[in-house]
């Protein structure tokens, strides 16, 4: 068994692991860095190799009692399994002692989503005698037209803009890329953006290429999303919590309503998993009703 002169040293090996070896995004490799460092401060002055799965309980037991919510015990507990089962790989223990730690059960939640009208309200409530009216009309348009995660949108790319196709290409989680069709109308947007507002915008060193920028010319923050998103909504009157993502899941259900196959709106979200892109099939069950009724065979039958 190799020896452990330094947990710190050994985190870091880990998070290199899953950046090169899992291609994990800084964002979620970040997560896994916090989660360990959180139950490496739990254990004291206990060696990681002395970890019993009673260790493991405790702690998941003491962030039940703490009231974290069952979602981000869900997170850390997954984190601890992929350490462990790191320093298990890497020879530094001989036995996995997280095999037998279950994961906190989380009930199927339901995402908000706004109407057609209430994008279209929040779209309306943008002032565009203001510098960066232009440009929050484009981000609005690209979110909701384009089902993005805000990180793929403050990272999108002028390069990966491909208007007379009609696509961009998607940086998503873990740097992979995907095709995703994008509207005339959001094109139109970020055209006027770009032949306007971004046009008188003094661009920082590295940021080129980035589409949104704020007025001083560097990257917008994922931060800066969530207000615009917000004061819009508080403009349109809209009372439901609304982020960023609200305009995804707006997206997706949008395009499931309007009888999207969902194998396509799994592709063009990024998910892995088709059962991550079923929660939309639970939220409008009344059009799902009418479309078997409108084209089971018994149905149609006079």
Not at 72 to 86: D, E, T
Not at 227 to 235: G, Q, S, V
Not at 262 to 285: F, K, W
């Amino acid at each position: 068994m190799r020896n452990i002169h330094s947990i710190t040293d050994v985190i870091g090996r880990f998070l290199m692991y899953l950046r090169l070896e899992k291609g994990l995004s800084v964002n979620t490799t970040d997560g896994y860095r916090h989660d360990v460092e959180k139950f490496v401060s739990y254990l004291q002055d206990k060696p990681i190799q002395e970890v019993e799965e009673d260790d493991l309980h405790n702690f998941v037991c003491i962030l039940r009692d703490l009231g974290m919510a069952p979602a981000s015990q869900a997170r850390i507990v997954s984190g601890l399994k992929m350490f462990f089962k790191y320093l298990k790989m890497e020879g530094y223990i001989d036995k996995n002692p997280t095999l037998l730690l279950e994961t906190p059960r989380l009930g199927r939640h339901l995402p908000t989503v706004l109407t057609v009208s209430e994008i279209d309200a929040m779209i309306d409530a943008i002032d565009m005698s203001k510098a960066e009216g232009q440009r929050n009309r484009a981000i609005i348009e690209t979110l909701y037209g384009c089902g993005l995660r805000v990180s793929e949108l403050v990272d999108l790319r002028i390069s990966n803009i491909y208007a007379n196709e009609g696509y961009v290409i998607v940086i998503g989680k873990g740097d992979k890329q995907r095709l995703v069709p994008i509207s005339q109308v959001a094109l139109d947007e970020i055209d006027k953006y770009m032949r306007d507002s971004r046009a008188s915008v003094p661009v920082k060193r590295g940021c080129e290429d980035i589409l949104f920028l704020n007025r001083r010319g560097n990257k917008l923050t994922r931060v800066m999303i969530y207000y615009i998103i917000r004061d819009l909504c508080e403009a349109a009157g809209i009372k439901k919590t609304v982020s960023p993502h609200t305009l995804r899941h707006s997206f997706a259900t949008h395009l499931l309503e309007g009888g999207a196959n969902l194998r396509a709106i799994q592709q063009m979200l990024g998910h892995e998993s088709i059962t991550t892109t079923e929660i939309y099939v639970h939220i409008d069950r009344t059009f799902l009703r009418e479309e078997i009724l409108h084209y089971h065979p018994r149905n149609c039958k006079k």
